[in-house]
C-alpha cells in the first residue's frame, strides 16, 4: 500500500484550545434567564459565570486568610 503525503507539516489539527479546565454546571430552574436579564451589552453568558466566580473566590480566600 502506498503512503499518501498530503502536508510536510506537523501541526495539529482544529481550533486552538482554551478551556483547559472544564467543569459543566447545573443551576435551579430560572437562573439562566435571570443571568441573561442583567448581562450587560455584549456580554456573554460565559463571561458573567467567570467574572462571578473570580469575585466569590476572592471573597473567600479573603476571609479564610483573615
Do not use: C, Y
Request: charge should be positive; hydrophobic fraction near 30%; proline fraction near 6%.
Amino acid at each position: 500500500m502506498t503512503e499518501l503525503l498530503i502536508s510536510g507539516s506537523h501541526r495539529p489539527v482544529g481550533r486552538k484550545q482554551i478551556n483547559h479546565e472544564q467543569m459543566p454546571a447545573r443551576f435551579p430552574e430560572g437562573t439562566l434567564a435571570r443571568m441573561d436579564a442583567v448581562l450587560k451589552p455584549k456580554e456573554k453568558r460565559s463571561d458573567f459565570i467567570r467574572e462571578a466566580v473570580e469575585r466569590e473566590l476572592e471573597r473567600r480566600e479573603a476571609e479564610r486568610d483573615s
